[in-house]
């Protein structure tokens, strides 16, 4: 009994007007197809009266089919027109809806504006800003750090081959030299063609002083 009484809503009345249009576009759909059989019909009865000569009844029936096209024509419209009532409830229906959504989400986003902090807001940014800031500039220090060591390795490495170029130019009489360098507890074989090299141990040293090397 309660249910008797309880008051439609917006989307109540919709959803029943969409049903009633409904079934007014089928009875509309039934009435055509009842005009078309009798339309066909007419016709059978006008050629049959044509076959037996009865003009008359030619004429009458002729006036008549008229009148049956139009009103099935009619049909036409009336069904056309129903669509678009239809449709436009549908849209009318969905707007509603789109209204309804838009009200809880501005109610939402006032209760959210209601309980920020505009100013807490600014300062969790503000500090969010400077430890980033700071974050950029440790990473700045690390990889100038790490650009320096390897620049330092690079020329170690780069002092290292100037040497080695040197000493394969002079390899015969570094060799010598070096071939002349007493090992502790050994003789040094060799020593009698060390006296044949063709530089002093002056000009070796004086040439790699001149390459920069010590």
């Known amino acids: 009994m309660a249910s008797l009484f309880k008051k439609k809503t917006v989307d109540d009345i919709i959803k029943q007007q969409s049903r009633e249009l409904r079934g007014t576009q089928r009875q509309i759909t039934r009435d055509r197809a009842a005009l078309e059989r ?9 050629k049959k009266m044509a ?4 003009r008359e009844a030619c004429k009458i029936l002729a006036k008549q089919l008229v009148q049956l096209r139009k009103q099935k024509n009619r049909t036409y ?9 239809s449709t436009q409830t549908k ?13 809880s989400t501005a109610k939402t986003m006032q209760a959210v504006n209601k309980k920020m902090d505009p100013q807490k807001t600014m300062k969790t940014m503000q500090e969010f800003q400077k430890e980033n800031m700071k974050m950029g500039m440790t990473e ?22 100037i040497v080695n170029q ?5 390899g015969i009489e570094i060799s ?12 040094v074989p060799g020593a009698a063609a060390s006296k044949k090299a063709t ?13 920069g090397v010590d």
Do not use: C, H, W
Request: glycine residues 6%; negative net charge; hydrophobic residues 35%.
């Open 38 to 46: 009798e339309e066909k019909q007419m016709e059978a009865e006008i």
């Open 51 to 54: 076959k037996s000569g009865n």
């Open 77 to 85: 419209a009336v069904s056309s027109k129903v669509t678009s009532m």
């Open 91 to 103: 849209v009318m229906n969905s707007q509603m809806k789109m209204a309804g959504a838009m009200s």
């Open 140 to 161: 700045d220090m690390i990889n100038d750090t790490m650009d320096d060591f390897l620049d330092e390795s690079g020329d170690e490495e780069e002092s290292q081959d």
């Open 166 to 170: 040197v000493l394969d130019e002079i």
């Open 176 to 187: 010598g030299k070096m071939v002349r360098a007493p090992a502790a507890g050994k003789s």
């Open 199 to 211: 530089m002093s141990d002056e000009e070796i040293e004086r040439q790699l002083r001149a390459l």
